[in-house]
């Protein structure tokens, strides 16, 4: 193969790569059910993010959390660890993120590189994943939110999840799924946040973040039970 033929070649392998990465455009708005998703979105695109995989977790799986504020919050979940932990990981997350105070708004997989709605479906939790939320504070505030999944540790029984690094907060939350003394499942859900408010992350972001999380745990409950019946 000659110079040209080379470059040529070459060329034509990174114009296809990066044409085959979605862009934060290619977003079908007509089929998210929030607005402060769709404004979500546009704010990203205002900031010249252009695709998903521009988008990066805020914290990583070993960054350093000295400095962010800490919560956590403990479910028991009458069933064995194994079953548990396989409920989480292969519940369809179009399901498993939309409850009464949650609302699932799309989820891009990096990994496939596609866009599951929500009337969507994939098989699993999987590392990559980015997950676009609306947030319903008190009735009266919808506010949109995205993380990426940044661990999914099988041995370890450990899922984490991180807001994306443009968002209002930043920082990640971690489940650990341990096996109790009567067999049952305890779920440690840690968090560790951040913003530009100490007002914020010190009252607001505890409070609405604990009826988050017993949302979305309370809504696991009732798909594991609906599962098993």
Not at 62 to 85: A, C, M, P
Not at 157 to 183: C, H
Not at 190 to 216: A, E, G, Q, V
Request: hydrophobic letters at 40%; a positive charge; aromatic letters at 12%.
């Amino acid at each position: 193969m000659n110079k040209v033929a080379l470059l040529l070649s070459i060329f034509l392998c990174l114009f296809f790569s990066a044409s085959a990465q979605m862009c934060l455009s290619d977003v079908e708005i007509d089929k998210l059910n929030k607005l402060s998703i769709s404004a979500y979105i546009q704010a990203q695109i205002d900031k010249d993010i252009k695709t998903f995989t521009e988008i990066k977790p805020s914290l990583q799986t070993n960054s350093n959390t000295v400095g962010f504020q800490y919560h956590e919050r403990k479910y028991i979940v009458k069933d064995s660890l194994h079953k548990v932990w396989s409920h989480y990981v292969n519940t369809n997350p179009a399901k498993a993120w939309n409850t009464s105070k949650l609302n699932f708004g799309f989820m891009y997989c990096k990994n496939a590189d596609q866009m599951v709605y929500p009337n969507g479906h994939v098989d699993k939790v999987e590392e990559g994943q980015v997950i676009y939320l609306n947030l319903l504070l008190l009735k009266i505030k919808n506010l949109a939110t995205a993380f990426e999944i940044i661990t999914l540790n099988e041995l370890q029984k450990v899922m984490a999840f991180s807001y994306v690094d443009d968002n209002i907060t930043r920082g990640k939350q971690q489940l650990n799924f341990e096996q109790t003394a009567d067999g049952h499942t305890k779920i440690i859900h840690r968090s560790y946040f951040k913003s530009k408010s100490k007002i914020r992350d010190r009252y607001f972001y505890p409070f609405f973040h604990t009826r988050l999380t017993n949302s979305y745990h309370k809504n696991m409950k009732k798909l594991f039970v609906r599962g098993s019946a």
